[in-house]
Protein backbone atom coordinates (compact mmCIF):
# COMPACT_ATOMS: atom_id res chain seq x y z
CA UNK A 1 0.00 0.00 0.00
CA UNK A 2 0.97 3.62 -0.95
CA UNK A 3 -0.12 6.88 0.55
CA UNK A 4 0.70 9.81 -1.55
CA UNK A 5 0.77 14.04 -0.72
CA UNK A 6 1.01 16.50 -2.90
CA UNK A 7 2.55 19.59 -1.71
CA UNK A 8 3.94 23.25 -3.27
CA UNK A 9 0.86 24.78 -5.07
CA UNK A 10 -0.01 28.25 -4.87
CA UNK A 11 -0.68 31.28 -6.75
CA UNK A 12 1.99 32.18 -9.03
CA UNK A 13 1.93 35.23 -12.28
CA UNK A 14 2.36 33.84 -15.56
CA UNK A 15 6.13 33.78 -16.38
CA UNK A 16 6.28 32.22 -12.79
CA UNK A 17 7.48 28.96 -11.57
CA UNK A 18 6.99 26.55 -8.91
CA UNK A 19 8.15 23.16 -7.62
CA UNK A 20 6.02 20.44 -6.28
CA UNK A 21 6.02 17.72 -4.16
CA UNK A 22 4.52 14.42 -4.02
CA UNK A 23 5.94 12.17 -0.84
CA UNK A 24 5.29 8.63 -0.64
CA UNK A 25 5.09 6.20 2.06
CA UNK A 26 6.06 2.42 1.43
CA UNK A 27 9.23 0.47 0.99
CA UNK A 28 8.47 0.09 -2.51
CA UNK A 29 8.48 3.47 -3.72
CA UNK A 30 12.00 3.24 -5.61
CA UNK A 31 10.91 0.53 -8.10
CA UNK A 32 7.96 2.88 -8.84
CA UNK A 33 7.33 4.25 -12.12
CA UNK A 34 5.71 7.86 -10.89
CA UNK A 35 3.07 10.01 -12.84
CA UNK A 36 1.78 13.65 -11.96
CA UNK A 37 -1.23 14.83 -13.12
CA UNK A 38 -3.30 18.19 -13.60
CA UNK A 39 -7.03 18.76 -13.71
CA UNK A 40 -8.54 21.99 -14.63
CA UNK A 41 -12.09 22.81 -13.88
CA UNK A 42 -14.38 20.67 -16.41
CA UNK A 43 -11.87 19.34 -17.73
CA UNK A 44 -10.73 15.64 -17.86
CA UNK A 45 -7.55 14.91 -15.77
CA UNK A 46 -4.31 14.78 -18.09
CA UNK A 47 -0.93 13.32 -18.02
CA UNK A 48 1.54 16.08 -17.39
CA UNK A 49 5.01 14.09 -16.74
CA UNK A 50 6.03 10.10 -15.97
CA UNK A 51 9.47 8.79 -14.51
CA UNK A 52 10.60 5.42 -14.31
CA UNK A 53 12.39 3.94 -11.53
CA UNK A 54 15.30 4.12 -12.90
CA UNK A 55 14.85 7.70 -14.71
CA UNK A 56 13.58 8.08 -18.19
CA UNK A 57 10.99 10.64 -18.11
CA UNK A 58 8.10 11.22 -20.45
CA UNK A 59 5.98 14.32 -20.98
CA UNK A 60 3.01 16.23 -22.02
CA UNK A 61 3.62 18.47 -25.38
CA UNK A 62 2.35 21.07 -23.64
CA UNK A 63 4.63 21.14 -20.82
CA UNK A 64 7.92 19.69 -22.84
CA UNK A 65 10.80 22.48 -22.29
CA UNK A 66 8.91 24.33 -18.89
CA UNK A 67 8.55 21.50 -16.81
CA UNK A 68 11.14 18.97 -15.24
CA UNK A 69 10.36 15.46 -13.34
CA UNK A 70 12.46 14.21 -11.32
CA UNK A 71 12.88 11.89 -8.22
CA UNK A 72 15.02 11.31 -4.85
CA UNK A 73 13.97 7.78 -4.16
CA UNK A 74 16.17 7.66 -0.54
CA UNK A 75 13.32 10.39 0.43
CA UNK A 76 10.40 8.72 -1.33
CA UNK A 77 9.63 11.91 -3.11
CA UNK A 78 8.79 13.03 -6.57
CA UNK A 79 9.26 16.60 -7.62
CA UNK A 80 7.77 18.73 -10.55
CA UNK A 81 9.55 21.77 -11.51
CA UNK A 82 7.24 23.86 -13.23
CA UNK A 83 8.63 27.28 -15.23
CA UNK A 84 7.49 29.48 -17.26
CA UNK A 85 4.36 28.67 -16.43
CA UNK A 86 1.04 30.23 -18.20
CA UNK A 87 -2.62 30.55 -17.51
CA UNK A 88 -3.66 27.17 -19.25
CA UNK A 89 -1.54 25.57 -16.23
CA UNK A 90 -3.92 26.43 -13.77
CA UNK A 91 -4.73 23.07 -12.22
CA UNK A 92 -5.10 20.71 -9.21
CA UNK A 93 -1.97 18.20 -9.79
CA UNK A 94 -1.99 15.38 -8.49
CA UNK A 95 0.89 11.99 -8.32
CA UNK A 96 0.32 8.63 -9.07
CA UNK A 97 1.81 5.50 -9.85
CA UNK A 98 2.36 4.35 -13.06
CA UNK A 99 0.26 1.97 -13.94
CA UNK A 100 -2.06 4.29 -12.13
CA UNK A 101 -3.65 2.73 -8.60
CA UNK A 102 -7.24 4.42 -8.37
CA UNK A 103 -6.81 4.34 -4.61
CA UNK A 104 -3.95 6.06 -4.46
CA UNK A 105 -5.70 9.40 -5.62
CA UNK A 106 -5.04 11.93 -3.17
CA UNK A 107 -5.78 15.40 -2.76
CA UNK A 108 -3.74 17.09 -5.04
CA UNK A 109 -2.36 20.70 -4.79
CA UNK A 110 -3.69 23.85 -6.30
CA UNK A 111 -1.61 25.96 -9.29
CA UNK A 112 -3.45 28.90 -10.14
CA UNK A 113 -1.35 31.20 -12.98
CA UNK A 114 -2.51 34.78 -13.09
CA UNK A 115 -1.82 37.65 -12.82
Known amino acids: QVQLVESGGGLVQPGGFLRLSCAASGSIFGILAMDWYRQAPVQQRELVAR???????LYADSVKGRFTISRDNAENTVYLQMNNLKPEDTAVYYC?????????WGQGTQVTVSS
Open 51 to 57: IRSVGGT
Open 96 to 104: NTFPTVPNY
